[in-house]
Structures are given as structure tokens and as C-alpha cells.
């Protein structure tokens, strides 16, 4: 059974920090790209960043370049996702993904439950 988890969400003041983290089990992790997508309130999701199989690679969304850094630890199946200089339009559900493609494309063929980010002051 393919299961995501993800951790780490919270409260966070503008300008601020967070890591957030996924846990995979039941893939072949090292054969999948990994992604974190999110849905702010009222919006559509919206991919924010993939890895790739090797952690060699990665992407990101426009909106979170050079802010956020996207990183994996093949050994220990984790994903995590550093997010720095949060803003306050990054409030919404983080949630992570596994795919086949290496792309920042809406799907992902396994999801996590996501969890929530609350950038306010």
C-alpha cells in the first residue's frame, strides 16, 4: 500500500521559515519523482516544486524560486521542503506527491493528505 505523510506545517510569520517534510512508503521511492503541490483557499492547486528520482534535478514554481528548496534523502524514502521568506499568499495545504514524469505538471500519481501552512503575523 503506497502511503505519503506529511509533517511539519503550521503557523508561520511572514518572512519567516518552514520545513515541511514527506514520508514515503510502499513505491519504489528512488524511481519516482517527488513534488509538493499546494491549494490556497479559493484557488486551484498549484504545483511548487518536484525533485527528481536521483535528487539531482529540480524545479520549482516561479512564485517560490530561489525561496524555497526542495530536497530528498533517498536512503530514509523523505522529501522535504525548506521554505524561506514565506509570504503571506503561501498559506494553503502543502502536499506531496509521487510521479513518474519529472515535471511541474498538476498530477501526481500518489498523494499525501497534506498538511496545513498559515502565514499571518
Known amino acids: 500500500q503506497v502511503q505519503l505523510v506529511e509533517s511539519g506545517g503550521g503557523l508561520v510569520q511572514p518572512g519567516g521559515s518552514l520545513r515541511l517534510s514527506c514520508t514515503l512508503s510502499g513505491i519504489i521511492f528512488r524511481t519516482k519523482a517527488i513534488g509538493w503541490w499546494r491549494q490556497g483557499p479559493g484557488k486551484e492547486r498549484e504545483p511548487v516544486a518536484v525533485?527528481?528520482?536521483?535528487?539531482?534535478?529540480?524545479l520549482y514554481a516561479d512564485s517560490v524560486k530561489g525561496r524555497f528548496t526542495i530536497s530528498r534523502n533517498n536512503a530514509e524514502n523523505m522529501v522535504y521542503l525548506q521554505m524561506n521568506s514565506v509570504k503571506p499568499g503561501a498559506t494553503a495545504i502543502y502536499s506531496c506527491?509521487?510521479?513518474?514524469?519529472?515535471?511541474?505538471?498538476?498530477?501526481?500519481?500518489?498523494w499525501g493528505q497534506g498538511t496545513q501552512v498559515t502565514v499571518s503575523s
Open positions: 506527491g509521487a510521479r513518474r514524469m519529472y515535471d511541474l505538471g498538476p498530477q501526481a500519481d500518489y
Open positions: 525533485i527528481s528520482s536521483g535528487g539531482g534535478n529540480t
